[in-house]
Structures are given as C-alpha cells and as structure tokens.
C-alpha cells in the first residue's frame, strides 16, 4: 500500500497534475480518507522526501517541491480555450477594445468589496439548508423592483429566476420548453455564441436579416414560419446597435401569438442607453405569455459573477421552477446576496449613471480616434461608427481579411472582434461582411492614438 501511494503522488506530481508547491493532506488525513493506517502513509511520504519531490515543513505540513513541479500535460500542449474564435483567453485584464466586459478602472471595489464580506458572513451564519433553486427571495423582488422601474416590466418574483448569465437561462428555457430538434430564428447578424449553443441544443437556426429597423420579421416568417423559438436582441441589437421598431415589435408578438412560439428577448444592455431613454424591453408589450425575458449583470457589473436572470410568463411559473430545481439551480447565494445589497442601497442605479457618463466619453474618444487614424493613413475607406452603447463598428475595405487583423492585433494588447464570424454562413460567391468591433469600455487613453493607428495599419497589411 506505501508502495501505490507513493508511486501515485510521485506520478502526479512529475506529469504537474500535482503543481509546485501544493500542500499534501496530512498522514492522518489521508490515511484516514484511504482506509489504512498513519504509519503506511508516512513511510510513502518519506520516500518521496528522499526523492526531493516533496518537502516536509513541520507545522506548514508536507508540499510539493517548487523546482520539480512542471506544468500540467494539458498546458505544455498549447491548450487552447472553448470557442477561440470568440475568447482568446479567460480569466485576464481586459485588454484595449475588449468586448463584453465593463470598465476595469471604473468599478467601485472598495464598496464591493465591503458588501461581499458582509454576504460572505451571512451566508456562512444561514441555517445549513438547501437554497432556493429558483434564486434568493430577496434578489428576486429587488429584480422585479428594477424592471418594473427601468424596463417597463411588470412582474411578480414568483416570475423571476436567477441563472448562470444568459447561457445559462437560454439552456434553461429550451430544456423546459423541449424546443429540441425544433427550429428557431436568429437575426443575422447576431451574437455567435447564442448561434452555436442553438446547434448544441440540435436546434435548427434560420437565420433571419436585420435592418434599420431590427429583425425583419415578414422575412422570417417566409423562411421559417413554423419557427418555434426566436432569439432576439430588441434593445440595442447586437452586433449592430439598432432599436427593434415598435412596428416590428408588434408584429413579432403577432407572429409568436398566432404559431404559439417562444420569443428570447436577449436584453444583454438593460438600461445602458447613452442617448436619450431605453426603449422599454419587448415584454413590457406582451400580452399573451409568450415573451420571455432575459438580463444578466455581466456588462453592468462584471462578467465574473456568472449571474442573470429569467423572466417567465406567469402560466410558466411552476415548470420552469421544477426544472430550475431538477437541471439548473440558482449560482451560489453569497454573489447574489452581494447583488442584492447593491441593488437594494441605491447602489445599482447610481453605478449605471456614472457608467453612462464614462461610456459616451470613451466611444466618441474611439470615434475620433479611429477616424484621425484612417485619414493620416488615408483609408478613406475605414469607417467608424457606434454600434449600440459599448462598441464601435469599423467597416473595413473590401477583400480584408478581419479575423487576421484581430488575430495579429492580440500582440500588440489589442482585442478588436471580427465582424464576419457573427454572420451566418454565406455561399462561397458572396462572402461575409468583413469589419471590426471595439469595445469602448476598457482603454488606455494615453496610447488610444497609437493603438488606433495600429488597427489602420493591421487592416492594411491584410487587405
């Protein structure tokens, strides 16, 4: 038995699966969680300090050697992440023209920080029990609150989910409604991640045009009038900015209503409008149940919370809160304690007020910036202009290549994100629309000229 333990951390620690460092259990511990006795696991223990894999600290315990540890197998192979043609890297500081995420330098980490501690310690002092799968109480009425204020919502908690962000409601939502196999519209473009999770979910995608004044839905119902789902972004569409028209809300509600379709309403923004008021969410129109509505606190407040939240009609309550239970539980209660407090002080509102603010300067700072940028350069053909709150679109001159020029911008810190990808495959005679899109929320003012010049010059060399 000392022989097997002490071959199975030796492994482990030489393939790097056990990482410089790590702190082994103790003999009493491990002898314990293996069923022998202390004496069997000292003796492996010992000849691995022999063998310089691991050292023994005393009190600090026994931890794997710094200089033998390697790297894990996986990432001496060049791991690359899920999707790399939407995320280049996790779990990093957001880099110039990043989307998706909000501002870095501008969040208030003195304040939240304080309001985790104190969620953090009520959550520890809660009665040991089972937590509500639909999502704390409390976060779901200040939820209902906010909606009813800022989206023009009118809900009952007992309506509202907490989910792992968007993804995790849009799983959520096809498995209650058992739209698998069915097929399920797409504006087109739209985000390329709601697209692929739509296959997974052996969905067939009709891809439907959006123009000035959102999806077309007279064109959507000519392609796939039997759709049973369709997935919409009707605040600011993305990737392209545009308001859904009322005219087209209603027909939209029309369609859902005469077919018996679900409508996705993506309202990834909330409230972040820079100019003027929001347009109320598309469910505050809904009289028949067959909205409903998705947010999430990942461009508002941060992407590492892993937090949104689902809105169903009230016919739906109930199932929807039997398969939250069984599939897709609520995320851990400290983070939306936290969410609550921060909504609950006043806090929430006034973070968006400010991010307003900031937001505008930093787009028209990129607008300007990217429009110098193509003069000096003379690219007349590069264009610049807003797309929605957080981003600006750049069209790029025919025959460029924009998955290369984001490709080799990474180098340089750069993240801009092609705009091809978020279109749907086109036949080979009539490719993809080829731009950029730069998040305007992370920047570094001082070298904005540069960096933008840098992209003119990326959009040159692969053109």
């Known amino acids: 038995m000392a022989a097997q333990i002490h071959a199975a951390l030796r492994d482990a620690i ?30 492996a223990y010992e000849r691995l300090i022999d063998e310089q894999l691991v050292i023994g600290m005393g009190a600090a315990g026994t931890r794997v050697a710094e ?18 043609e939407l995320y280049h890297d996790f779990e990093t500081t957001p880099l110039s023209f990043q989307m998706g995420v909000p501002a870095q330098d501008a969040f208030p980490y003195t304040l939240w920080s304080r309001i985790m501690a104190r969620a953090a310690r009520t959550a520890a002092a809660a009665p040991v029990g089972y937590p509500d799968p639909r999502g704390h ?11 009813a204020i800022a989206r023009g919502v009118r809900c009952t908690p007992a309506q509202v989910l907490i989910t792992a962000g968007f993804s995790g409601a849009l799983g959520l939502i096809i498995r209650t409604l058992r739209l698998e196999d069915a097929t399920a519209w797409l504006e087109d473009p739209g985000f390329p991640l709601t697209r692929t999770a739509l ?44 308001t859904l028209s009322l005219d087209r809300r209603l027909a939209l509600l029309d369609w859902a209503g005469r077919t018996d379709a679900w409508i996705v309403e993506d309202d990834y923004l909330s409230e972040l409008q820079l100019k003027g008021r929001a347009a109320p969410a598309l469910a505050s129109l809904d009289r028949d149940g067959r909205v409903l509505h998705v947010g999430t606190f990942s461009k508002t407040i941060s992407p590492a ?42 806090h929430y509102f006034r ?14 700072a990129v607008l300007a910036g990217m429009r110098a940028a193509a003069d000096a350069n003379g690219r007349g053909a590069v264009r610049a202009e807003a797309a929605g709150s957080l981003s600006v679109r750049v069209t790029l001159p025919d025959g460029t290549k924009d998955t290369d020029v984001a490709l080799h911008a990474l180098p340089f810190g750069l993240a801009p994100v092609p705009l091809s990808p978020w279109y749907a495959p086109w036949d080979a005679d009539e490719p993809r629309p080829r731009g950029l899109l730069l998040g305007t929320t992370n920047l570094y003012e001082r070298r904005l000229a540069s960096d933008c010049a840098r992209l003119i010059e990326l959009a040159d060399r692969h053109g």
């Open 14 to 43: 030489r393939d790097g699966r056990l990482a410089g460092g790590a702190r082994l259990p103790s003999w009493r511990d491990l002898a314990t969680h293996l069923g022998v006795s202390r004496g069997t696991v000292r003796e």
């Open 305 to 346: 919370l892993r937090l949104g939240f689902l809105v169903v009609p009230p016919a739906l309550t109930t199932v929807f809160g039997e398969a939250a239970a069984c599939l897709a539980p609520a995320p851990a209660t400290v983070v939306q304690r936290a969410v609550t407090e921060f909504m609950a002080e006043g």
């Open 351 to 364: 973070h968006l007020r400010r991010m307003k603010r900031l937001y505008a300067t930093r787009q028209e």
């Open 137 to 147: 109480p409390d976060l779901r009425r200040e939820i209902a609150a906010y909606l």
């Open 199 to 242: 296959r997974l979910a052996r969905m067939r995608v009709a891809a439907v045009p959006v123009d000035t004044d959102g999806i077309d839905v007279a064109e959507g119902v000519r392609r796939a009038p039997q759709a049973a789902l369709a997935v919409v972004t009707p605040g600011q569409q993305a990737p392209l900015g545009v």
């Open 67 to 84: 200089r033998i540890a390697m790297a894990p197998a996986a990432e001496r192979g060049g791991e690359a992440p899920p999707l790399p």
